[in-house]
Structure formats: C-alpha cells, structure tokens
C-alpha cells in the first residue's frame, strides 16, 4: 500500500488560515483528493485533482501538490470548517484508493 | 438530486451473517461505481471494494479480498455488502459512495451504518 501521512491536529484561530499537509513518497506524481468530514455526518468532497473544487465548496478551500506534499488550505476559517479531513490518493496497484489518517482541525 | 441512502444500524454477534445495503437514487445513467468503505471510531477510511452495476464487474481491495462479498441488483440501483461470518472486529462504521467511470474519488456519500459485533 501507498502511506500517506497527515498531521493528527491543526489549530487555527477564526479568520486566519489553516493548512492541512498531506505527505508521501512522490505524491506530486499522484493525484489528490480531499474529504471534510464532521462529527456524526458522512464525508464529503472538498478538493478533487490537486486543487479543483466541486460545486458549492467556497473559494476558501483550496489545493496544491508538489513534491513529497500536498496541501489543502483554508482562507478565512470559520467555525463551520471545524471537521477532520482526509486527503486520498487512488493505489494504481491494487486499484483502490487509499486515505490518509485524517487530520482534526479545531477552531479556536 | 443524487444520493445513496443505506440501511440500518445493525447489532450482530460474533459468527452470525449480515448484509446491508445502499440504494442509489438520482442518478441519470449507470456510469458509475459503488463502493463499500470502512470506518473505525478516531481512525482512518479503509476501501474494502467497488461494483459496477451495469454488469456486476466487482474489485476487491486486497485487504478484504474474501472477507466480504458485495453485489448489486441493478433494477433498484441497490448495491449490498454482506459477510457470511461477523467477526468483532468487524465493528465499524460502513459508508459506501460513489465514483463516476475514469474517476478515481468519491463524490457521493451514504449517511453510514453502523455495524456493532458482540456477544
């Protein structure tokens, strides 16, 4: 399997700006995805292929992916942003997508 | 509007069988794969699988290659993940979701089911 690493927990005061890392062996080769998942609620689609937003997800939330790292950020934070979020990848091997640990992000 | 609404909660003992299920309703075409996740509490997403409903083509992920078995019947768009014999660590929370066909994310998500083994 493909590891990617997150960071278990981002703090971030409202107004301000959270990134969310996502780390793995060459995964600016890969394509990542993004899911927001708050307490109690099914996860759901933030950022699709690097840095594309679906419909409805505001312009606050954005990606890249270079390197070792991809990134989601978060302009703007507000207390509805207070969620885990995974970052995904899809395993060519097994074909299958793998997810990171997700990473809680708190709003002070 | 899409969406997949899945079955019930389920409590189970350890060596029963189980199935649940995920309908998919709004969807114009049958382009598209459904799959089955897995959730533990304050852990990470584990893909168990996918099947296309058009004609039943199922991928396994290897970790859970002959630990479940996931059909579909394509006349009510219903996609079901069913295990012969529950194991405790089977607990979980299980999401199923869709993907269009070249995709490789999930852009609709099942509410979840819980999945309690205990005896």
């Known amino acids: 399997s493909y590891l990617l690493t997150q960071p278990p927990s981002v703090s971030v005061a409202p107004g301000k700006t959270a990134t969310i890392t996502c780390g793995g062996d060459?995964?600016?080769?890969?394509?990542v995805h993004w899911y927001q998942q708050k307490a109690g609620q099914a996860p759901a689609l933030v950022i699709y292929?690097?840095?594309d937003r679906p419909s409805g997800i505001p312009e606050r939330f954005s990606g890249s992916n270079s390197g070792n790292t991809a990134t989601l950020t978060i302009s703007r934070v507000e207390a509805g942003d207070e969620a885990d979020y995974f970052c995904?990848?899809?395993?060519?091997?097994?074909?299958?997508?793998?997810f990171g640990g997700g990473t809680k992000l708190t709003v002070l | 509007e899409v969406q997949l609404v899945q079955s019930g909660a389920e409590v189970k003992k350890p060596g029963e069988s189980l199935q649940i299920s995920c309908k998919a309703s709004?969807?114009?075409?049958?382009?598209?794969?459904i799959g089955w996740g897995r959730q533990v509490p304050g852990k990470g997403l584990e893909w168990m699988g996918f099947?296309?409903?058009?004609?039943?083509?199922?991928r396994y992920s290897p970790s859970f290659q002959g630990q479940v078995t996931i059909s579909v019947d394509k006349s009510i768009t219903t996609a079901y993940l069913r295990w012969s014999s529950l194991k405790a660590s089977d607990t979980a929370l299980y999401y199923c979701?869709?993907?269009?066909?070249?995709?490789?994310?999930?852009?609709?998500w099942g509410k979840g089911t819980p999945v309690i083994v205990s005896s």
């Open positions: 979701a869709t993907r269009g066909l070249g995709l490789y994310y999930m852009d609709v």
């Open positions: 709004g969807y114009t075409s049958t382009n598209f794969w």
């Open positions: 099947i296309y409903p058009d004609d039943s083509d199922t």
């Open positions: 060459n995964v600016g080769s890969k394509t």
């Open positions: 292929y690097d840095a």
């Open positions: 995904q990848v899809w395993n060519t091997d097994s074909d299958h997508p793998e």
